[in-house]
T-cell receptor, first 114, second 113 residues
Framework: DTGVSQDPRHKITKRGQNVTFRCDPISEHNRLYWYRQTLGQGPEFLTYFQNEAQLEKSRLLSDRFSAERPKGSFSTLEIQRTEQGDSAMYLC????????????FGPGTRLTVT | GENVEQHPSTLSVQEGDSAVIKCTYSDSASNYFPWYKQELGKRPQLIIDIRSNVGEKKDQRIAVTLNKTAKHFSLHITETQPEDSAVYFCAADRYSGTYKYIFGTGTRLKVLA
């Protein structure tokens, strides 16, 4: 499968713990997005990378959230001191240089905070 | 702020009938409007898209129309099949140095055999 991959697919954690998710975009895609999706809603934008530079962060991304894309390839999203309200599906998407409008999504990481 | 409204939230049709899902966006600077299909537990899949310089686009049984003046765009599925059952999301881009999407709230389509 040469699509966007995310790991882990599911994560259950206790409130207050830190979690980290990984996204591997499609090879050669230079743009990478993180979204959050809660039940019954559409995905909401969290942050955007062009190559290794984080160019935009949503107001949804509190200080407990941090994202990196150190070499312009895979990306990580870390949530510190998780809260029950962080429970959601975290989706990653990537875009190719030549068709920058298009975004291809990964399968997501479902986070449950107990 | 920018938002995308989508309706209906649920839609049931008989197999072979047509289905129409409508979206309205607020940001007049939006130029790109993708539609995604999401089956239970799976990733959103891009099924069709339209740019603002085009009024209509068709791909086999799926078509999308755009009325930029009214800020409306719609998804049309003809000759529906049970495998079309899924949640469909519309989105509009919001260029701000990125091409992030603003998504609608989704339409759960059920095609009854």
């Amino acid at each position: 499968d040469t699509g966007v991959s995310q790991d882990p697919r599911h994560k259950i954690t206790k409130r207050g713990q830190n979690v980290t998710f990984r996204c591997d975009p499609i090879s050669e895609h230079n743009r990478l997005y993180w979204y959050r999706q809660t039940l019954g809603q559409g995905p909401e934008f969290l942050t955007y990378f062009q190559n290794e530079a984080q160019l935009e962060k949503s107001r949804l991304l509190s200080d407990r959230f941090s994202a990196e894309r150190p070499k312009g390839s895979f990306s990580t999203l870390e949530i510190q001191r998780t809260e029950q309200g962080d429970s959601a599906m975290y989706l990653c998407a990537s875009s190719p240089r030549e068709r920058r409008y298009e975004q291809y999504f990964g399968p997501g990481t479902r986070l449950t905070v107990t | 702020g920018e938002n995308v409204e989508q309706h209906p939230s649920t839609l049931s049709v008989q197999e072979g009938d047509s289905a129409v899902i409508k979206c309205t966006y607020s940001d007049s600077a939006s130029n790109y409007f993708p539609w995604y299909k999401q089956e239970l537990g799976k990733r959103p899949q891009l099924i069709i898209d339209i740019r603002s310089n085009v009024g209509e686009k068709k791909d086999q049984r799926i078509a999308v129309t755009l009325n930029k003046t009214a800020k409306h765009f719609s998804l049309h599925i003809t000759e529906t099949q049970p495998e079309d059952s899924a949640v469909y999301f519309c989105a509009a881009d919001r260029y701000s140095g990125t091409y992030k999407y603003i998504f609608g709230t989704g339409t759960r389509l059920k095609v009854l055999a």
